[in-house]
């Protein structure tokens, strides 16, 4: 068995789905009912996906912001790039699944792609999960109320990253 088996499965497109609804979901709530872009999932899967970066943010306040998340863990920007190429797949993996599971739901318009998370909380059956599934969550819910105070220029400036 591979050292990182748990982690492993841990990351796959309906986990990614559950936790991109709860980012749009606090998105929406602190960006005045805005649905993030597609770019904000691809950058949220390198972060939630990475051990280091989830166990920071997913304890911080929501008022904290990405700026001192990163300022408190350098390693959270470093190796993000790579992450997030890493990472996109699965993310555009569950961004699908959210969509046919009736969770997400893509909005058109200019430029890219938006996902609005349906409903005011998940299913009961998906509602909840075990061992780093909450702490997924939290980790996706502050992102989602810190990118909504960014413009994704300024988080690929903070976060040195290109899309």
Aim: hydrophobic residues 45%; proline residues 5%.
């Amino acid at each position: 068995m591979r050292s990182d088996h748990e982690e492993v499965l841990l990351r796959n497109p309906a986990l990614g789905a559950c936790a991109f609804w709860h980012l749009s979901r606090m998105f929406s709530e602190y960006g005045f009912g805005r649905a993030p872009e597609l770019p904000y999932f691809l950058i949220a899967a390198g972060m939630i996906f990475h051990g280091g970066t989830m166990e920071k943010v997913r304890r911080m306040q929501f008022d904290s912001g990405i700026l001192k998340a990163v300022s408190d863990r350098p390693d959270i920007v470093a190796g993000l790039q790579r992450r997030m190429e890493d990472y996109s797949l699965l993310a555009l993996e569950a961004l699908q699944v959210g969509s046919a599971a009736g969770i997400l739901q893509r909005e058109g318009g200019e430029g890219f792609p938006s996902f609005r998370a349906i409903g005011t909380d998940l299913p009961k059956p998906i509602r909840y999960g075990e061992g780093s599934v909450p702490d997924i969550f939290n980790c996706a819910k502050r992102l989602g109320a810190w990118f909504a105070a960014e413009k994704i220029n300024m988080l690929q400036k903070q976060l040195n990253i290109e899309l």
